[in-house]
């Protein structure tokens, strides 16, 4: 960084450094992406007892490269009816919110791009604007199943977000702050000396629960798919969309699985503490490869719910999150704040 | 002029473009996002303040929850926009009258030496570690916890006002109860019989019959 300032002066190298670190953090980000759909293909396959895909490249690896090469030749179609400028920015409505969400989610203790002080509320408002691009994206196709998906996707969303915001409000109380990296810190020291069980997805139980499968209703994920649903409404909001267009979406889709599993991971799951004692040496030191373990965990559970379960009907999805995900929460928020103010508290 | 007046004047701007957007655009869809535009931009007005809280909040509250809504609602309208701006140019004089004389009431206000703004000094920058949070959250619950509860209060009437007045039975409602569906037992719905897979043919020639038809 001093290098940077000075060769370039001091604002202009600030500028680049920044820069830099943001291309540090979206290209592993879009390679993970990448190898997170052949992940999904693959562990599908294998719970349905199939090899998945493996003829490109040796075993199968080079696969999300051919897909994004077919995906980047395509003819990107606007269909005549459409409403043309809104049917173009829909699709980075969808992903700017995925990417710059990333900008507060910390690594390690140091390791952050901008550690702001509330670093959670900035991650819950900007990925509460990533139902713009679907609600966009259904209503400039001017088609009927791409309405229907938006229609039923910005319902799904905005009650999704209820249940998940109180599900963190839990993890706000007993940690005293909205910085992730002060979020994490506190997890460090607890009851059981900052190993495993002193994290919080053991005092949150319910609301762990609850913010995992809110994560994956607030990302369309199977068994809520219902914004895409391709047996009801073909493929919903992205029906009217080809080529490269298309793949913007799927990319925002995955790149919000990754950040959901990053915020659990962080959250609940201690971030990149690691489990074991510190006097086990290499296992016991935290680091990212914990936080990157952990996230790994939290992908594979996505992918095993959606070869697991049939999607949900839609009355099903409203009543499991008003009459069941929200109450369970605010009930464990009184608990929790009983807990915090009696002398059994975890929590100093 | 530093970073920051830039910066000002910049979302300053598209503030008022999107503001204008918001009155003049012909679909109201486009008006809608318009809006939405204009909450994001009063937002950065706010982050230049040192208000992240508000700003943030700004954000998730209004961007990311009512004005969902509200273009959920705006996109199923039928409206004929023709029909919307019919006598327009009629009704543009008394309209723009009265627009100006309350521009010129608040102006009056503003300017006026008892309004005391001038006795405001620019807030004074913050430290670096400052919690807006947390200072807000001291202030709602000790100096004015009283109107803080008020204000939930009123809310809390107003939801249940809004619910008790929608919440109509209708008659082709198909609602139905998961408690019972949970309960269901698989004898409830499936009576299994016991019998035989086949009949047993009355006359075991009419096999060879067929073949000999054959």
């Known amino acids: 960084m001093e290098l940077l300032q000075n060769l370039l002066g001091l604002e202009a190298g600030l500028t680049v450094w920044t820069v830099l670190k943001i291309v540090a953090i979206v290209a592993p980000m879009m390679i993970t992406v990448a190898y997170l759909t052949l992940a999904e293909r693959k562990v599908i396959g294998w719970i349905q007892l199939r090899i998945g895909p493996n003829r490109v490249g040796p075993r199968g690896l080079l696969q999300p490269l051919a897909d994004g090469v077919k995906l980047l030749m395509k003819e990107i179609i606007l269909p005549t009816a459409s409403n043309k400028s809104l049917f173009l920015i829909g699709p980075v409505l969808s992903i700017m919110p995925a990417l710059v969400a990333w900008a507060v989610v910390p690594f390690t203790d140091h390791l952050v791009l901008s550690n702001i002080d509330a670093s959670l509320l900035f991650v819950m408002a900007i990925t509460s604007m990533g139902v713009y691009g679907v609600i966009v994206a259904g209503w400039a196709s001017n088609s009927k199943y791409a309405f229907l998906g938006a229609m039923r996707s910005a319902a799904q969303i905005v009650s999704y977000e209820i249940a998940m915001g109180c599900a963190l409000v839990g993890v706000l109380m007993v940690s005293g702050s909205l910085n992730l990296v002060a979020i994490v810190q506190q997890q460090a020291h607890g009851m059981a000396g900052g190993s495993l069980f002193s994290w919080n997805w053991l005092p949150l139980f319910p609301m762990f629960l609850v913010y995992l499968i809110s994560g994956v209703a607030e990302t369309n994920r199977a068994p809520f798919d219902v914004a895409e649903g391709e047996s009801e409404i073909v493929a919903g909001f992205h029906v009217e969309y080809s080529g490269m267009a298309f793949a913007v979406f799927f990319l925002a889709e995955y790149a919000n699985m990754i950040l959901v599993a990053a915020m659990t991971a962080i959250m609940f799951l201690g971030g990149w503490l690691s489990p074991f004692p510190a006097s086990w040496g290499f296992l016991g030191a935290s680091g990212f490869g914990w936080l990157a373990v952990k996230m790994a965990f939290v992908l594979y559970c996505f992918l095993w719910f959606r070869a697991t379960f049939p999607r949900y009907r839609y009355d099903q999805i409203m009543r499991l999150g008003w009459k069941v995900f929200i109450p369970v929460t605010l009930v464990w928020l009184l608990v929790v704040g009983a807990w915090m103010m009696s002398p059994l508290t975890l929590w100093h | ?214």
């Not at chain 2, 809504?69 to 029909?83: I, P, R, S, T």
């Open chain 2, 1 to 214: 002029m530093n970073f920051q007046t830039v910066v000002f004047y910049v979302l300053s701007a598209i503030l008022i473009f999107a503001s204008l957007r918001v009155i003049t655009a012909k679909n109201p869809v486009h008006a809608a996002l318009f809006l939405v535009l204009a909450f994001f931009t009063s937002a950065g007005h706010w982050l230049l303040m040192q208000a992240e809280f508000l700003a943030i909040t700004l954000v998730l509250v209004y961007v990311g929850a009512v004005m969902v809504l509200f273009l959920f609602v705006v996109m199923m309208l039928d409206v004929n926009f023709e029909q919307l701006r019919e006598g327009f140019w009629r009704n543009l004089p008394l309209a723009g009258t009265v627009a100006l004389i309350m521009v010129g009431e608040m102006a009056l206000i503003l300017m006026s030496p008892e309004a005391q703004l001038s006795h405001y000094q620019a807030a004074a920058p913050l430290a670096a570690d400052a919690s807006n949070v947390k200072e807000l959250g001291r202030q709602l619950y000790t100096t004015y916890l009283l109107p803080f509860e008020l204000a939930s209060v009123v809310l809390l009437v107003g939801m249940v006002a809004a619910i008790a007045l929608t919440m109509r039975k209708r008659k082709d409602n198909k609602t139905v109860n998961p408690g019972l569906q949970v309960k269901v037992r698989r004898d409830d719905r499936v009576r299994l019989v016991k019998m035989d897979a086949e009949k047993k043919p009355a006359q075991p020639e009419t096999a060879d019959a067929a073949e000999q038809q054959a």
